[in-house]
Nanobody
Framework: VQLVESGGKSEQTGGSLRLSCAFSGFSYRDFCMGWFRQVEGKEREGLASFGDDGTIYIRPPVKGRVTISRDNAKNTLYLNIVSLSPEDSAVYYC?????????????????WGQGTRVTVSS
């Protein structure tokens, strides 16, 4: 399993961005996939995911600002965030796992990308 994120950048407050995750080594039909982020010194925070049945979950704190999507032909997962604020500054991780997958529990996710950094300035 390989997950490679890209798209992290420095952005201004109010801006938007799209993160990409190129995945390989597994079928999206059999795995949950999602996005977490982590601010240094804090716990990893789940944002959005696809269940293995294709159901989309988005955590309430970011609902309305975050969209998750996937291009199955390109084996790429995306995360769009709008109305950025400095609180969105973090390292963003693409994740995947088989079986139980909870955005509230980073431990349920087996595979993690290397992360891509987002910095939002005021």
């Amino acid at each position: 399993v390989q997950l490679v994120e890209s798209g992290g950048k420095s952005e201004q407050t109010g801006g938007s961005l799209r993160l990409s995750c190129a995945f390989s080594g597994f079928s999206y039909r059999d795995f949950c996939m999602g996005w977490f982020r982590q601010v240094e010194g804090k716990e990893r925070e789940g944002l959005a995911s696809f269940g293995d049945d294709g159901t989309i979950y988005i955590r309430p704190p970011v609902k309305g600002r975050v969209t998750i999507s996937r291009d199955n032909a390109k084996n790429t997962l995306y995360l769009n965030i709008v109305s950025l604020s400095p609180e969105d500054s973090a390292v963003y991780y693409c994740v995947a796992t088989k079986g139980t997958c909870l955005l509230s529990s980073p431990r349920t996710w087996t595979y993690w990308g290397q992360g891509t950094r987002v910095t939002v300035s005021s």
